[in-house]
């Protein structure tokens, strides 16, 4: 008896099939490996922030210092604590109105003096108004920022719907901080309001004072006009008598798909002719300025970039590693910042333009979220911030190239894997 086997030819439809299938399950591990080594990493570092004991936290740091930019003055602060007290006396002296707008307003005691501040003002008969990020303050009590009449308050919404289709111009966070008072004296930069930016964290704020000040209540009326309850008083935007090119206010508006701080900056570093100093809490560059600071490296511009050694945010550090080989082999020299988080947003190129502010160089920030950083074009200002970047130096050390390659080969896998979270930082 003759057995005989028939050969089976797999159908081109079970084929497809199977691709599919294999295609299916790739894509479901490409997706999750990110996420997992993300989870890895937050797991690990919130472990190591437990076990690490409590210390006070010393970095060097200049005198708030002054300058003139025509009718205007603008002092830079870099001690949370010289800046809090000035903007609460400016509150604690206003007469007709205070707008104050955050980011972050911790339910300390420090944000129980802002607080009672305001309230104090509006029994002066002070017109208060309030915008805050509901999503970056879901861990403060609610309560404590319910605020009295007659207040006005915009809480921007916890979930913005457009995050979903990847809508821009409905998915972005408010990070922006900014105060202005009477019209006379502003404040903008990086900190938000809580005890622990007072004396731990390492932050750059502007006071202005004088003409100027309209680049940040224009910037505070147009956002509010945007976002407030139809029940809300509007407030009046007169438009203004004084043009200063030299100071300028760039404000990113998702809502409008505009996003000038990244404009500025790649203007001007394409500028540099000597030097670039960069400070950055999160520093992930998107293609076009990562070549930018390459080019200017490779013409002979001395570029410098300092970022915290640990951030509050390790995934986005590990998204930033991904790109320090790239970077030290084009000439970019990379400094970290130690023992403390340093959350600065600021440059300063070849003694002439500066820019401090609210938003990092990444995509949240710079194609993102609801951002304003000042532009300024100024010799005194540039070398105030010469003078920061120097003493911010002492407290760094170097990366090297050498010391970058010697990593471990789990630290490099990692940093591949989690490339695809780049876009979503």
Same mark, same amino acid.
């Given at each position: 008896m003759v057995v005989r086997y028939r050969e089976v030819v797999p159908s081109s439809d079970s084929l497809l099939q199977l691709a599919r299938t294999v295609l299916a399950r790739t894509a479901v591990v490409a997706a999750a490996a990110p996420v997992a080594v993300a989870a890895v990493l937050v797991t690990t570092d919130a472990v190591?922030?437990?076990?690490?004991?409590?210390?006070?936290? $010393?970095f060097p740091h200049p005198e708030p210092a002054e300058a003139t930019v025509d009718q205007s003055s603008v002092t830079v602060f870099t001690y949370g604590e010289d800046l809090y007290e000035e903007m609460l006396a400016a509150i604690r002296g206003a007469r007709e109105c205070i707008m104050l707008e955050t980011y972050i307003w911790k339910g300390d005691a420090l944000g129980q003096q802002f607080k009672d501040a305001l309230i104090e003002a509006t029994h002066r008969g002070v017109e208060v108004f309030v915008v805050y990020d509901g999503f970056a303050n879901l861990v403060v009590p609610r309560a404590f920022l319910d605020f009295p009449a007659p207040i006005h308050?915009?809480?921007?919404?916890?979930?913005?719907?457009?995050?979903?289709?990847?809508?821009?111009?409905?998915?972005?966070?408010?990070h922006r901080k900014v105060l202005v008072v009477d019209d006379e004296v502003g404040f903008v930069g990086g900190y938000n309001i809580g005890e622990l930016y007072a004396t731990q964290w390492r932050d750059?704020?502007?006071?202005? $004072?004088?003409?100027?000040?309209?680049?940040l209540r224009n910037a505070f009326v147009d956002f509010w006009?945007?976002?407030?309850? /139809?029940?809300?008083? &509007?407030?009046?935007?007169?438009?203004?008598?004084?043009?200063? /090119?030299?100071?300028?206010?760039?404000?990113?508006?998702?809502?409008?798909?505009?996003? /000038?701080?990244?404009?500025?900056?790649?203007?001007?570093?394409?500028? &540099?002719?000597?030097?670039?100093?960069?400070?950055?809490a999160?520093?992930?560059?998107?293609?076009?300025?990562?070549?930018?600071?390459?080019?200017? &490296?490779?013409?002979?511009?001395?570029?410098?970039?300092?970022? /915290?050694?640990?951030?509050?945010?390790?995934?986005?550090?590990?998204?930033?590693?991904?790109?320090?080989? $790239?970077l030290l082999r084009g000439g970019v020299t990379i400094w970290l910042y130690e023992n403390t988080m340093v959350h600065a947003k600021t440059a300063t190129i070849d003694g002439q333009w500066t820019t401090i502010g609210t938003a990092n160089i990444d995509r949240l920030s710079l $194609?993102?979220?609801?951002?304003?950083?000042?532009?300024?074009?100024?010799?005194?200002?540039?070398?105030?911030?010469?003078?920061?970047?120097?003493v911010d130096l002492s407290n760094c050390r170097e990366l090297t190239l050498a010391e970058w390659e010697s990593r471990s080969l789990v630290a490099k896998i990692s940093e591949v894997l989690l490339r695809p979270l780049r876009p979503l930082l």
């Open positions: 190591r922030r437990r076990r690490r004991q409590a210390t006070d936290v $010393t308050v915009i809480r921007f919404p916890v979930f913005r719907p457009g995050i979903l289709m990847m809508n821009l111009r409905k998915s972005g966070r408010d750059t704020h502007v006071k202005l $004072t004088g003409p100027s000040v309209w680049e006009n945007a976002n407030r309850d /139809p029940a809300q008083p &509007a407030l009046e935007d007169p438009g203004s008598e004084y043009w200063q /090119p030299r100071l300028k206010a760039a404000r990113n508006a998702p809502a409008h798909l505009v996003f /000038p701080i990244r404009g500025i900056y790649l203007d001007a570093i394409d500028r &540099a002719s000597s030097h670039v100093y960069i400070t950055q999160y520093f992930i560059p998107d293609r076009e300025i990562l070549h930018a600071l390459l080019a200017a &490296a490779a013409r002979g511009v001395d570029v410098r970039v300092v970022v /915290p050694e640990r951030s509050n945010h390790v995934v986005a550090d590990w998204l930033a590693r991904d790109l320090y080989e $790239t $194609t993102g979220n609801y951002e304003i950083n000042l532009e300024i074009v100024d010799p005194d200002v540039a070398a105030q911030m010469e003078m920061v970047f120097d």
